[in-house]
């Protein structure tokens, strides 16, 4: 799967225009948010945001910054969890939870050495994924994708605990985010 069509799958699963009440985020086109848009540059009004401008905004800040694409390099079906985790979660949360199931991962330190879960895409991060998938096969990433699932659905929960007004969200971040 290309990032393109990560972009293509994306923006259509996020669709046009919402301004939600409860959404902390406030307006939105294409799954971006206007602080996201302003902060890069865009100073149209949110209705009328480009596709294209969106398209390359996930590129340029959810894949190549993120330094996902040198995980899809070595684990395709992960990288498209990170991103798609990254959009919306933030790029340093998605690679946090890679970073922990890895450190969970490496039976005691044996396979590789625990990570700075840190948010950061490095050659640490790289080399125990390229460990990880070495001593667990193929199978491997999809434990990963699994894991990282896994700790996206309970921050869903979290959240919605800790803002009422969030579960307003909870199904469809549910029902659309995970696996």
């Known amino acids: 799967m290309t990032i393109e069509t990560l972009i293509d799958e994306v923006i259509a699963r996020e669709g046009g225009f919402v301004d939600h ?21 865009y100073d149209g009004p949110m209705r009328t945001l480009p596709r294209s401008v969106a398209a390359d905004l996930y590129r340029r800040l959810y894949w190549e910054r993120p330094r996902f694409a040198d995980v899809a390099a070595r684990a395709p079906d992960l990288a498209a969890e990170l991103f798609d985790t990254g959009i919306n979660m933030g790029p340093k949360v998605a690679t946090g939870f890679l970073q922990r199931a890895l450190n969970a991962l490496n039976r005691g330190a044996t396979d590789y050495a625990d990570l700075r879960v840190d948010g ?55 029902a659309n985010r995970l696996g």
């Open 21 to 41: 009440p409860a959404d902390r985020g406030g307006p939105t086109r294409w799954g971006l948010t206007e602080a996201v848009a302003r902060r890069n540059g």
């Open 120 to 174: 950061a895409i490095g050659p640490a991060t790289l080399a125990a994924l390229d460990a990880f998938l070495a001593s667990r096969g193929t199978l491997g990433e999809a434990v990963l994708v699994k894991a990282c699932d896994a700790l996206q659905g309970a921050r869903y929960l979290d959240l919605a605990e800790q803002r009422p007004a969030n579960e307003a969200f909870l199904y469809g971040w549910l």
